[in-house]
């Protein structure tokens, strides 16, 4: 499957902002979906991640950073995950990746996503 994550760019602490991520070759339903984000100097960490329907429901994970402002969605009939950013902070600033998995369940593990997306740059200025 392939990945094209868009929609980042320059906002303000405490504004919005919505990534979205393309998917195309296979059936994008059939596989989790994950966003991580990389800092400079930082290793990739998990965001958040939507599990395939299919194999459970469609449950949704979040790191303990984002839980609360961040929303994770994803329209299969569009081939299309999303990331709602809410009132975020300046450390929310980092590239940000999509993934897919071909886990049956939500997976916050870097090494269990096999396709990822070129990322896209969030800056977030005080």
């Known amino acids: 499957v392939q990945l094209q994550a868009c929609g980042g760019g320059l906002v303000q602490a405490g504004g919005s902002l919505r990534l979205s991520c393309a998917a195309s070759?296979?059936?994008?339903?059939?596989?989790?979906a994950g966003w991580f984000r990389q800092a400079p100097g930082k290793e990739r960490e998990f965001v958040a991640a939507t599990a395939a329907i299919s194999w459970s429901g469609g449950s949704t994970a979040y790191a303990s950073s984002v839980k609360g402002r961040f929303t994770i969605s994803r329209d299969n009939g569009k081939n299309t995950l999303y990331l709602q950013m809410n009132n975020v902070k300046t450390e929310d600033t980092a590239v940000y990746y999509c993934?897919?998995?071909?886990?049956?369940?939500?997976?916050?593990?870097?090494?269990?996503?096999?396709?990822w997306g070129q990322g896209t740059q969030v800056t977030v200025s005080s």
């Open positions: 070759g296979r059936t994008f339903s059939r596989y989790t």
């Open positions: 993934a897919a998995s071909a886990s049956f369940t939500v997976t916050d593990r870097v090494e269990r996503y096999a396709y």
